[in-house]
């Protein structure tokens, strides 16, 4: 029977295996990086860049996509793998609504929805579940990128 949740002995375990891997100072040097390595502020205005470049890219590779439709299709993969993109820069960055708004060419008013409507899907994932399992891949792709930026 596969577990579902996780719990503290099931973190403990990684992260003596971590420790076993690469030893205790550089498992306290990775911990740390992740944990205060997870935004990228308006003043990285070239990290941000990257970021938006790297999330498109696999919102495209992870909603197994093209990428000359990106921008443009109706079609609700499309749709959510946009809003997955507005939601994680939003997320993970001091981006605005607005300036999110124009690299997408949208306006404030649709990344503000979109993000909301992302939200709410994501409060219940046992509804959405395919779009779920896709957000949480590029979300972990995102988090691992950022850390390796900082």
């Given at each position: 029977m596969k577990k579902t949740a996780h719990d503290y002995h099931d973190l403990q375990q990684?992260?003596?295996?971590?420790?076993?891997?690469?030893?205790?100072?550089?498992?306290i040097e990775v911990i740390d990086s992740l944990?205060?390595?997870?935004?990228?502020?308006?003043?990285?205005k070239?990290?941000?860049?990257l970021l938006l470049v790297f999330i498109i890219?696999?919102?495209?590779?992870?909603?197994?996509?093209?990428?000359?439709?990106f921008y443009t299709s109706t079609v609700q993969e499309y749709r959510e793998a946009r809003m997955s993109c507005y939601y994680l820069l939003k997320k993970y960055t001091d981006s605005s609504y607005a300036k999110i708004g124009e690299s997408f060419k949208q306006s404030k008013r649709a990344i503000l929805y979109n993000y909301h409507k992302c939200d709410e899907i994501l409060s219940i994932p046992q509804f959405y579940k395919p779009f779920v399992e896709k957000f949480k891949?590029?979300?972990?792709?995102?988090i691992n990128f950022i850390a390796k930026l900082n």
């Amino acid at each position: 029977m596969k577990k579902t949740a996780h719990d503290y002995h099931d973190l403990q375990q990684s992260i003596d295996s971590l420790i076993g891997k690469f030893g205790l100072q550089k498992t306290i040097e990775v911990i740390d990086s992740l944990t205060s390595n997870t935004e990228l502020t308006t003043q990285d205005k070239e990290k941000v860049k990257l970021l938006l470049v790297f999330i498109i890219s696999q919102s495209i590779e992870v909603f197994d996509l093209k990428e000359e439709n990106f921008y443009t299709s109706t079609v609700q993969e499309y749709r959510e793998a946009r809003m997955s993109c507005y939601y994680l820069l939003k997320k993970y960055t001091d981006s605005s609504y607005a300036k999110i708004g124009e690299s997408f060419k949208q306006s404030k008013r649709a990344i503000l929805y979109n993000y909301h409507k992302c939200d709410e899907i994501l409060s219940i994932p046992q509804f959405y579940k395919p779009f779920v399992e896709k957000f949480k891949i590029l979300e972990n792709n995102i988090i691992n990128f950022i850390a390796k930026l900082n």
